[in-house]
């Protein structure tokens, strides 16, 4: 098969959600749909295991299973078109942390899910902000339909109000909670009807070729004339789909349905192959990579530990940009400058495909990896490439580091260090006095910091509480501003692990204000690995 056609067969994506909006429901579904259906249990096992203890060495055991659902790969047949599917795990809950932020940096589209009841909750707002920087489309699933909700109409509002994204309406529910009957197809002129039951798949469809059809008022009742006006209202208020707008994320295509009554998810999943679009172009610093060069190259998104503390082995999610990975071949790791050949990848499988031992643009690979590997790191067959978009992202949480045993110092430093290129935690180092303080998107990432350094680097510490809130990365073009800035904020200026200065605010509103009474620096929210 040609390269191109490998790559206009995938769909790389991750959801995007806030916590029970029913995301673990959700990829069950469409898991179950792709045929790997054995996988939907150990989805929802491993989430109820995390929500158990938040002791995350026992977390780390099950290593066997996160690493596996880190990327969920399946089959989906449309009619003759085959689709593979890539679903990449953006972790919620207590295991909220910059992973989650960088995963949606290696997709290439994805699904947000909203409680019909919440409209956009706050985590969504943030992993939004994320596909914003890449302009990453993005298809809507409003869930949980067989419970009251907000008024569809309204829910659209929120999003397009807190979110900023242009919102188009694929199907409509006809009523809600005890009432729901299910939705009307815009596009299709189809009636999907529903029944209440997680397994069920076939659920009754009408086609209705026309709204005033008789059909509706029995199947629909007083609902029918509900449908209609409703039609009527949207037909003047929201926009005709546009792939256009989708593909450039500023408008979302929106389905309605109910995740644990697998309702709507086929719909949806049909809709998401054929709209979403596959692996494109790649910004490298050099140059735009395309997929189907001839050339491998990947880069380095995630990096997972393994706690067995006898072997320090840890595996380097790679997300493939162009040509073919096979097993056991050579790449260059540019940043350190050699060569590495890579005979043990993880390759994510499809399940119908037992023995695939090569991947392609959109596709994972894990490598195992001691200690060489940074986040961000490129890896090519030959030309030296440095891919761009896989950012720090500034924290918004900190805690002082305070180290137990004052000899350890240097262990301290070491194991800081290596923990915040594996993106485990980000390192500051104080400006003044020289102190630890860690920033992370979650609070879990604190307690693996603190396990891992004594698991690993013989280093009992713990952590104080800090004033800090907000960090920024400062850069400027004047150069006498830029020092006139550090001398006067010396206290809240702080070097990470790359050496590059970040500015830590009490709060919002003061960086808001230091932002405005200092014009000539630039206030950075993420930065570039080095
Ligand atoms: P998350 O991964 O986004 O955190 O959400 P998850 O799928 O775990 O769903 C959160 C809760 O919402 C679960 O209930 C789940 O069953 C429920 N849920 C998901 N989809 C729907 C839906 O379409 N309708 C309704 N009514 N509920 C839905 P739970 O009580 O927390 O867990 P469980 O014991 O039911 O699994």
Known sequence: MSLQSEIEKRRTFGIISHPDAGKTTLTEKLLMFGGAIQMAGAVK?????????????????????????????????????????????TPGHQDFSEDTYRVLTAVDSAMMVIDSAKGVEPQTEKLMEVCRMRNTPI???????????????????????????????????????????????????????????????????????????????????????????????????ADPFDLEHFLAGSQSPVFFGSAVNNFGVKELLDAFCELAPHPGPREAMERTVNPDEEQFSGFCFKIQANMDPAHRDRIAFFRICSGKFKKGMAVRHHRIAKDVKIPNAVIFMSQDRAHVEEAYAGDIIGIHNHGTIKIGDTFTTKEPLKFTGIPNFAPELFRRVRLIDPMKRKQLHKGLVQLSEEGAVQVFKTNLGGDYILGAVGVLQFDVTVARLKAEYKVDADYVATDFQVARWITSDNEKKLAEFIRLFDSALAEDADGCLAYLAPSAWKLSYTEEQWPDITFHKTREHI
């Open 45 to 89: 096992a491993r989430k109820a295991s995390r929500h158990a203890t938040s002791d995350w060495m026992k977390i780390e055991q099950e290593r066997g299973i996160s690493v596996a659902s880190s990327v969920m790969k399946f089959n989906y047949k449309i009619d003759k078109r085959e689709f593979e599917v890539n679903l990449l795990d």
């Open 139 to 237: 298809v809507t699933f409003i869930n949980k339909l067989d419970r009251e909700g907000m008024e569809p109409l309204d829910i659209l509002a929120d999003i397009e109000e807190k979110l900023q994204i242009e919102c188009t309406p694929m199907t409509w529910p006809i009523g809600m909670g005890k009432s729901f009957k299910g939705v009307y197809n815009l596009y299709k002129k189809e009636l999907n009807l529903f029944a209440a039951g997680a397994e069920t798949r076939d659920f009754k469809t009408v086609h209705i070729e026309d709204l005033s059809d008789p059909k509706l008022d029995e199947l629909l009742g007083h609902q029918a004339q509900e449908l209609r006006e409703n039609i009527e209202l949207l037909e003047g208020a």
